[in-house]
Every structure is written in structure tokens, then in C-alpha cells.
Nanobody, 111 residues
Framework: QVQLVESGGGLVQPGGSLRLSCVAPRSIFTINTMNWYRQAPGKERELVATITILARTNYADSVKGRFTISRDNAKNTLYLQMNSLKPEDTAVYYC?????WGKGTLVTVSS
């Protein structure tokens, strides 16, 4: 069974930073575009950021300039550096590759 495992979520004050990590099986990680999604309470899941195997990135407008997606191919690990966090960034963040999903990690931005 393919497992993607996220970590790094937590409670942070507005303006703060967090870094999320996602470890994926090498067979998945090295040949696929990797994505971060998020789902806020009562809202649909939305794409936050994407990184291709050539490290080309794309971001949702709502996070541009604040979030940075990156990948370490040697460690099969995907990252999401989140800076200048806002209360509206509160959500469960999911790692995704093709049809595979992690269980998510909760990010709460609140004072």
C-alpha cells in the first residue's frame, strides 16, 4: 500500500511560519509531480502548490510570495515552507502524487 506521510502542522500565530514535510515512496516520488492541497473547514479541497520532477513550481494566487514548495529527491521528501501565515490559511494540508494521498496535517493560524 502506497503511503504518503505528512508532518509539521501545528498551531501558529498570524505572521508566523511553519514547514510541512511529506515523505513518499521512492517509486512514486522520483517520477511524479508532487502537490500540496489543503481543505479548510466547510470548504472544498484546493490545490496550494505544485512541483514537477524538474523542480518547476506553481502556486495558488492566495499563497504566492508567502509559501515555497520544494523537494529533496535524495530523501524522497516534499516540503512546504509557509511564511506570513494568516488565519485563512487554517486547514488540513495534504500531500498528493497522482492518485495517492496522505492523511493530512492540521495547520491552525490563530492568536
Amino acid at each position: 500500500q502506497v503511503q504518503l506521510v505528512e508532518s509539521g502542522g501545528g498551531l501558529v500565530q498570524p505572521g508566523g511560519s511553519l514547514r510541512l514535510s511529506c515523505v513518499a515512496p521512492r517509486s512514486i516520488f522520483t517520477i511524479n509531480t508532487m502537490n500540496w492541497y489543503r481543505q479548510a473547514p466547510g470548504k472544498e479541497r484546493e490545490l496550494v502548490a505544485t512541483i514537477t520532477i524538474l523542480a518547476r513550481t506553481n502556486y495558488a494566487d492566495s499563497v504566492k510570495g508567502r509559501f515555497t514548495i520544494s523537494r529533496d529527491n535524495a530523501k524522497n521528501t516534499l516540503y512546504l515552507q509557509m511564511n506570513s501565515l494568516k488565519p485563512e490559511d487554517t486547514a488540513v494540508y495534504y500531500c498528493n502524487a497522482i492518485q495517492y494521498w496522505g492523511k493530512g496535517t492540521l495547520v491552525t493560524v490563530s492568536s
